[in-house]
């Protein structure tokens, strides 16, 4: 089955047709490996703790994914390297300031210089990477011009979450995006409304907002 439903229903549904999926966070694969069931998209996999990252890549060789590029790496604001949590596939490792006695030390990158270097550019991306989505998101620069789907991890219960989500918002809408809208896949619906269980919020390109609402789809954008 699919454990985020509506999100997962989405992103099959915008890579149906091809594309280039960023998974940022990508932990053991859940998300690649229901993006790489459609043959035509090609996925990357963003996973940077060692251990993580082979059991990431047993799942994509397990299931015989051809369209999976792999890279065992950080995305953020700058190249180098940054400290992240050190528990083995534990879906909560964070990138934090400097905790050498709980972390290791991973490499680090901007996604727009990834996208310049591997001759990539994503049109469809999920981040989860613990209250880091907004350093992820100023790594792109202009790349974020391509995007038509964005599914992004930012509700949380603290303060600076509720504040990282307001900053990601600010600037996924300077680049013209639609959001933040929870998915109601079978409904048929994407809402500012947020649900009251826990959900990925989403962000759409006009672009995009237009071939779903061909679709039959109705985005309900509250302002």
């Known amino acids: ?56 890549e047993q799942n994509i060789r397990l299931n015989n994914r051809q369209n999976v590029r792999l890279f065992p790496m950080a995305l953020g604001a700058t190249d180098g ?19 050498p006695m ?44 391509a995007l038509d789907l964005l599914q992004v991890e930012t509700m949380g219960l603290s303060g600076s979450r509720e504040k990282e989500e307001a900053a990601v918002g600010h ?12 998915c109601d896949f079978d409904a048929r619906t994407l809402s500012s409304n947020r649900p009251h269980r826990y959900q990925d919020s989403v962000y759409l390109s006009d672009r995009f907002r237009f071939e779903l609402e061909r679709r039959g789809f109705h985005v309900r954008v509250l302002v």
């Open 102 to 145: 709980r972390s290791i030390r991973v490499r680090l990158r901007r996604g727009d210089d990834v996208c310049a270097e591997e001759h990539v550019m994503p049109s469809v991306m999920k981040i989860d990477v613990e209250g880091y989505e907004l350093e992820v998101l100023s790594g792109f620069g202009r790349a974020l011009a």
């Open 171 to 182: 600037l996924l809408k300077a680049h013209n995006m639609i959001g933040p809208l929870w």
């Open 81 to 99: 390297t940054a400290w992240l949590g050190n528990r083995p596939g534990a879906a909560d490792n964070a990138i934090r300031k400097d905790d």
């Open 1 to 56: 089955g699919l454990y985020d439903y509506n999100n997962m229903r989405l992103l099959q549904l915008a890579l149906s047709a091809g594309g280039v999926f960023f998974d940022v966070g990508a932990n053991i694969g859940s998300y690649t490996l229901v993006a790489s069931e459609q043959s035509q998209a090609t996925v990357c996999s963003f996973e940077p703790h060692p251990a993580t990252c082979r059991l990431l």
